[in-house]
């Protein structure tokens, strides 16, 4: 069995780390509502990305159901995540996200 590898974060709506004591990774605001996130380290094998929008909106109420984050796309060195509004707009929103990989490929 091989060992796993995980990178996981929060990042703020303006794209900056929601707590500076993460590692592994660092963030970028590309457009509204675009975030790409760079690993330190590319994986070996190309990860698996979820994200989620956290938080509380700027009004302090939940965030609606329909508010969210994908990943749009994923490889070795870096994920790009869309966060939307109600209305599927592109909207900043802060998100979590977790990579995970096995650290060699599979049949090895």
């Not at 094998?45 to 994923?74: C, R």
């Not at 994920?79 to 929103?93: A, C, L, M, Q």
């Amino acid at each position: 069995m091989s060992e796993i590898r995980v990178v996981e974060g929060r990042v703020k709506a303006d794209g900056s780390k929601a707590n500076d004591k993460q590692d592994g990774f660092s963030v970028e605001k590309t457009a509204t509502g675009t975030y790409k996130v760079s690993f330190d380290d590319p994986f070996t094998v190309e990860p698996t990305v979820v994200a989620n929008i956290y938080g509380v909106s700027t009004s302090g109420t939940s965030w609606n159901t329909v508010d969210n984050a994908i990943v749009e796309e994923a490889d070795r060195s870096d994920v790009r995540i869309v966060t939307g509004n109600y209305y599927g707009d592109k909207s900043d929103r802060p998100f979590t996200f977790i990579a995970i990989s096995s650290r060699v490929p599979r049949g090895r």
